[in-house]
RNA sequence: UCCCCUGUAGCUCAGCUGGCAGAGCAAGUGGCUGUUAACCACUGGGUCCGUGGUUCAAAUCCGCGCGGGGGAGCCA
């Protein structure tokens, strides 16, 4: 059985065919009716014509079973559509009812929904257009890193979900336990790690870079693409409990190095979502975000401009005015501040490099002048930071200053030190919120709404 | 965690300085038409989030609670 997408792209009229799927819409006429399914195998509706005149008891009866939501099959043959609307569409010869959708109690209606209701149907809401589209993009999108890193040579490690160090020191983390803490509470003891499953406390990882740092010291090119945990308690539209991330980390390479490959990667996804995904795309250019595929199309084209967080101050403290928290050498950037320097200073991504060193991680390489570290962040337009990363600290002296320096539990970075001790390399690497790039490039506006199963604060439904 | 907005029909919302609960869409019925966000007419549809208070009278005003949204911080 082919599905819509290929049927529509085919377009082989005069074959005989089966088609299964959802119903979108139905519309009667007196001679006609008018039904169209989707199948989720692409953006588009295939459209089934029903000759009212020439329709047995049976069809009869079936048609008035299928209202929007229900499964069906569709048996007949395929022609070129008399109207406008649709190049092919199904002179149907039956219908099939595979599952009913009651229009009294089926939540999805022939209309416009909100996001935010559909949120709260989230078991319901692939099968509108826009989170169809959403699923399509995503996907393609995973695929597309996958992609990227596999032509240049990087190796796909994973990184485990479950960490018994405290050094990875990038926000609060998720507790795992198998202790019975309901036990425990009851009898008012204190907590005993030692009977915990790994015997000390563990947690969701918050980052697998420090760990994908070590086969970087073996394989040269590695990358992660997977799940992470943060258990911070914000409520925004750019922030998710549970989002997948994805770390290159590649080795005898500097920050220059690490730029270009950043602005390579988002250049490469962007590309990517407008050769395979123009259907989808399309939609979200005409309901969610107008201007979109110029949008994409020109970053797919451009220069990112490159500017050291000195420079990015001074540029600021020249418009000091217009923001409500004030820039200064030192300062760490404000949203404000970093869709000012992307969406009015260069119009466009940028790349801020060499911040202060008290603003960022332990990790990074310290620059000549002992003030400012190898750090990097891009900054785009609408979406604020979307890439972090740095050149890392490889000499075991400077680091382990910087882990005094900041009080850091010394031994808890023994096997991180080791790296430095052993055959030390130059290495840079970088974080991508995969769901802070669907933002961008769908143009929907809440994190949540790009995600399957969204998990944040108070929110772990489906 | 802080600040702001919001909760009324299945959905999106209106309902002013308190005075009989409304519209559009969706649904049902009928009509019309190769329809396509179909169109036209009619019909049904309500715990006005919960709770306490003010008042002759509360969807409307006040307190508390819960839910939703946006912004900030933190960050990817």
Redesign the pocket.
Known sequence: MKDIKSILQEQAVGSTLTVKGWVR?K??????I?LELNDGSCFGNL?C?FDVSNLSDQNKAALERL??GASAAVTGTLVA??????PV?V?AQSAEVIGEAP??TY?L??????L??L??IAHLRPRTNTFGAVARVRNQMSYAVHSFFQERGFNYVHTPIITASDCEG??EMFQVTTLDMDAIAKAGKAVDYSKDFFGKPSFLSV?GQLNVETYCMALSKVYTFGPTF?A?????????AE?W?IEPEFAFAELEDNMALAEDFLKYLLGWALDKCADDLDFFDKRIQKGLISMLDSVRNSKFVHMTYTDAIKQLEANKDTFE?KPYWGC?L???H?RFLSETVVKGPLIVTDYPKEIKAFYMRLNEDGKTVRAMDVLVPRI?????GSEREYRHDVLLNRIRELGLDEAAYWWYLDLRRFGTAPHSGF???F??LMRYVTGM????DVIPFPRAV??AEF
């Open positions: 819409t519309r009667d006429t007196k001679n006609a008018f459209q014509v209202g929007t559509s008399p109207a406008a609307g649709q569409e002179s229009v009294d939540p209606q022939k209309k416009a929904h909100s935010e209701f949120r709260e990038a926000g980052s943060r911070e308690n914000s409520n925004t539209t750019r922030h998710l989002f991330m928290f760490d404000q949203t404000e970093e604020g930071e979307i890439i972090g974080g991508l919120g769901e802070r506006e809440n994190i949540r108070k929110q």
